[in-house]
């Protein structure tokens, strides 16, 4: 790997952080949105020789924050204790899984940047930030109607590219 777990906090936290904490919807408390950055960071580093390099870090990362950010919902909601939640972490490390998920985020990726910047903001806005479809609409001066619409079409999209790709869903 071409570089240090440092390097990487330093780079990515802040992006985490914004991740976590717009995914928690202020749910979480500041303790428990600075644990979930932190975790990201260890699954990260103990997942790091399956990491392919090509692939863009902070939409791993994302993905990682995003998972953590509902497992500390469902401990939440569940009562689980703090074994459940640290046997989650050391159970991330099914290679198959990992690695069908990398082939999903190329998939996506590709899918993404063949689209006009426009649809991909709204994407990325809406999926990585879970910015509402209002705060979008603000955000671009276009719609909420406008932006359901492009949110659909895109969704469609990626359903199509993931299906050629291989990926089945539901019917």
């Not at 906090?9 to 949105?33: C, P």
């Not at 902070?58 to 703090?82: C, D, E, M, P, Q």
């Not at 609409?137 to 406008?146: G, I």
Request: proline share 1%; charged share 30%.
């Amino acid at each position: 790997m071409s570089f240090e777990l440092e390097e990487v906090i330093n780079k990515y936290s802040n992006y985490v952080h914004t991740v976590a904490t717009n995914m928690s919807q202020g749910s979480l408390t500041n303790e428990d949105i600075e644990e979930i950055i932190s975790d990201v960071f260890l699954v990260f580093w103990q997942n790091k020789d399956k990491f392919d390099e090509s692939k863009k870090i902070n939409l791993y990362l994302a993905g990682i924050a995003k998972n953590l950010v509902r497992t500390r919902f469902r401990k939440i909601h569940t009562n689980s204790n703090i074994e459940d939640f640290e046997g989650y972490i050391i159970d991330n490390s099914d290679i198959s899984y990992d690695y069908e998920q990398l082939e999903k985020y190329k998939i996506i990726e590709q899918t993404l940047n063949n689209m006009p910047k426009e649809n991909k903001d709204i994407f990325i806005l809406y999926y990585y930030y879970s910015k509402s479809i209002k705060e979008i609409s603000q955000d671009l001066s276009f719609s909420e109607y406008k932006i359901k619409s492009k949110l659909f079409r895109i969704r469609k999209k990626l359903k199509t590219n993931l299906e050629r790709g291989g990926y089945r869903y539901g019917k």
